[in-house]
């Protein structure tokens, strides 16, 4: 794990999906609640995705990653 802003991110390359949902919350100033509100998921649904937890369907990932595109 490494450090950005004083948040840690996984080493496993720089655009895994739980990377780009730490950083894009990060540049935008949002919280795990404020970013779940806004893409319409629940707030276990984006830390599941942050710690890396497969257990998040196709289509949640599907419906994030186009949010943060």
């Known amino acids: 794990m490494n450090c950005f802003l004083g948040f840690n991110y996984w080493d496993?390359?720089?655009n895994s999906l739980a990377n780009r949902v730490?950083?894009?919350r990060i540049e935008h100033s949002l919280t795990i609640?404020?970013?779940s509100e806004q893409i319409g998921v629940s707030n276990g649904i984006i830390e599941r995705v942050e710690k890396s937890k497969i257990l998040v369907s196709q289509k949640m990932?599907?419906?994030i990653e186009e949010y943060i595109i």
């Open 33 to 35: 609640t404020e970013l």
């Open 22 to 24: 730490l950083i894009y």
């Open 12 to 14: 496993d390359k720089i």
């Open 61 to 63: 990932i599907k419906r």
